[in-house]
């Protein structure tokens, strides 16, 4: 009777976690999460708003001494500004003299105009302006509220402040109806509409329903070892080990099919990038799922499984017994080497523990699911042995080596595996045999067992990892031997754009003959456009007269022309009637988006090679 309270109490919690889990899932794909950023980006705006407000009042009576330029309260209130993103510039006569940030450029010289707005942009950011005046001196306070890089890299990003909490995939409209999501200066004056990504991104609010997931999670298992443990008191041992078989198949079927949660699947652990096998172990959050699920079974079959002691017979008979129960134990061991040596080399994830900076939570939890699975070859023949007590040392011996023949019969055209594999099968399962034998007690199983596990893995990782390695630098090799660089290709698509509105490389490009202007174009070229990531190239700048030849291609093939070969090459590209003679640069830049896609035939104009 107290045994059935129990059990439905535990049913009521999992249940009631269950329900908070889908609540606050549903509720993390709504558009909770986008409101309470938006309230949260207002009263963050308006705080530093104040602030700003705060700051040029006080400046006032600073200005007003005879010589503010360097004084502490000046200094104090120049550091309060600079702590919440805020500029302070002064202007006399409407000229800039003074600047607390040199960050960006800002105007020299200013009228009415230039901050008048609810929000401004310079440069590369969006300001929120505030100005007083004070005779003929006037300050001017900009609040950065958002940075807009034209060139990103790891270091350098755009988006918002980091103080309003905003995620990077968020952007913004300077139009009313862009969205529902509005901001506003403490005038209630509108500014922006905050822009989210249509598809939900992970952000931190992910981690409240993934808790309460795997909450639930690790409830559903409890109920049923609880619910097994029922059965087993009620003397049906067996319909147990059926009842948890079954739960723990469709608990993982549902999970495959399904693909629900949905909030796990946001995960990077749920990413097939990271580690994909087949379809039953799409990616490595369904290993560890797996795993866990597997070593829970495990667990039951060992404790409730109702296998009888066998009794002894003759040897023959005896023998064929116990070879018949330790030929699936061989089974799963094979099953777990090959489940885990795809896991080693063909993941992005690294087992190698002494490279400690790379080791991550996915190794965590790739080694997570590789010590559980191993657990079930394991209890298996231990619940095996305890039945076998009663037979001959000698013929469980030669049963373990008998069974031994099923891993050749697998493992036989790669020795590489079938030995090392082999022993560590043998090794195991007559660890086993002796440990139940003679009772040797959890603890000191466990520490063995550790032993005799971690040399496997350390061999097999070893192995594996060098031969992920050597594959890795092969597709590298074969990626450089391409000549083609990805990055490059981006940031001649991003230059040309600019390139083409560029009004001072054109009146260079407009003269009838280039003397000294070749230099010129040359250093006007490397100074503006190609520098930074481009000192990784040897380039030539070349001036493509009318009557010039052209170098390119590996062989150094000569075209008669340099006009006429881009010519070609933008009517082939873009079936546009181009005349670049009549103005080389309009015309190179109509067609370049097209040509710089066949980016490893023609960059050589420019990159003749790579360093190394």
């Given amino acids: 009777m107290k045994g059935n309270r129990n059990i439905l109490i535990l049913g009521f919690l999992t249940a009631l976690f269950i329900l908070a889990a889908l609540i606050s899932e549903s509720i993390y794909f709504s558009d909770f999460e986008y ?16 602030i700003m407000e705060e700051c040029l009042k006080s400046m006032k009576p600073v200005l007003a001494m005879e010589d503010h330029h360097g004084s502490i309260n000046e200094n104090d209130l120049f550091s309060k500004a600079e702590l919440n993103r805020i500029t302070i510039l002064e202007y006399i006569d409407n000229k800039l003299v003074y600047w607390s940030d040199n960050e960006f450029d800002v105007p020299t010289f200013i009228n009415d105009s230039i901050f008048s707005g609810n929000l401004v942009f310079f440069q590369n950011g969006w300001f929120l302006p505030k100005t007083i005046k004070a005779g003929n001196e006037r300050i001017v306070g900009l609040l950065r509220i958002r940075t807009e890089y034209s060139f990103e890299n790891d270091i350098i990003k755009s988006g918002f402040e ?7 995939s968020v952007g913004f409209s300077t139009d009313k109806s862009g969205s529902d999501f509005q901001v506003y200066n403490l005038n209630n004056d509108f500014l922006f509409s905050l822009a989210f990504p249509e598809i939900k991104v992970k952000t931190s609010f992910i981690f409240i329903p993934l808790l309460l997931w795997i909450l ?12 097994a443990k029922l059965f087993v008191a009620k003397g049906k041992s067996m319909l147990a080990v059926v009842i948890a078989l079954f739960s723990f198949f469709l608990i993982y079927v549902a999970f495959l099919i399904t693909g629900k949660p949905h909030v796990l699947f946001q995960t990077e652990l749920f990413s097939p990038y990271l580690f994909s096998y087949n379809y039953i172990l799409p990616t490595l959050g369904h290993l560890l799922l797996l795993s866990i699920l597997a070593a829970a079974f495990s667990n039951v079959f060992y404790n409730h499984f109702p296998l009888k002691a066998l009794k002894s017979h003759n040897r023959g008979n005896d023998f064929l017994v116990i070879i018949a129960l330790l030929i699936p134990g061989a089974l ?12 080693v080399s063909t993941s992005n994830i690294n087992f190698e523990t002494y490279r400690v900076v790379e080791i991550s939570i996915f190794s965590v939890a790739g080694f997570t699911s590789a010590i559980l699975l191993v657990l079930v070859p394991v209890l298996y023949l231990m619940k095996i042995f305890q039945a076998a007590r009663n037979i001959r040392s000698g013929t469980i011996l030669f049963s373990i080596i008998g069974s031994l023949f099923v891993i050749p019969a697998a493992y036989h055209n790669t020795p590489g595996t079938l030995i090392p594999l082999s022993l560590f099968y043998f090794i195991v399962t007559v660890s086993v045999w002796r440990f139940v034998q003679i009772k040797i007690g959890l603890f000191n199983m466990a520490v063995a067992f550790s032993f005799i596990y971690g040399i496997y893995s350390l061999y097999f990782i070893t192995i594996l990892s060098e031969e992920k390695t050597t594959d890795n630098l092969k597709i590298k090799a074969v990626s450089l031997s391409a000549e083609n660089d990805p990055d490059a290709e981006h940031l001649l698509l991003d230059m040309w754009p600019v390139i083409s509105k560029d009004t001072i490389l054109k009146s260079m490009m407009q003269s009838d003959y280039f003397e000294d202007d070749v230099d ?20 030539n700048i070349i001036i493509c007269r009318n009557d010039e030849s052209l170098n390119v ?52 104009v420019l990159i003749r090679n790579r360093r190394y």
Avoid at 35 to 50: A, D, P
Wanted: glycine share 6%.
């Fill in 332 to 343: 799963l061991i094979i099953l777990y080497n090959l489940i885990f040596n795809q896991l």
């Fill in 553 to 604: 291609g590996p062989g150094n093939e000569i075209f008669e022309n340099c006009h006429s070969f881009f010519d070609e090459r933008i009517k082939m590209e873009t079936n546009l009637p181009v005349h670049v003679a009549d103005d080389p640069l309009t015309a190179v830049a109509r067609g370049a988006g097209k040509i710089i896609e066949n980016l490893n035939e023609y960059s050589k």
């Fill in 162 to 168: 980091k103080d309003f909490k905003i995620p990077g």
């Fill in 35 to 50: 409101r309470f950023r938006t309230r949260k980006f207002n009263r963050v705006l308006n705080e530093k708003e104040k």
């Fill in 520 to 539: 010129k174009i040359e250093r006007y070229l490397q100074e503006n456009y190609f520098e930074g990531y481009w000192n990784n190239f040897n380039f």
């Fill in 216 to 227: 639930s999670f690790i409830a559903v298992i409890i109920f049923i070892l609880e619910l």
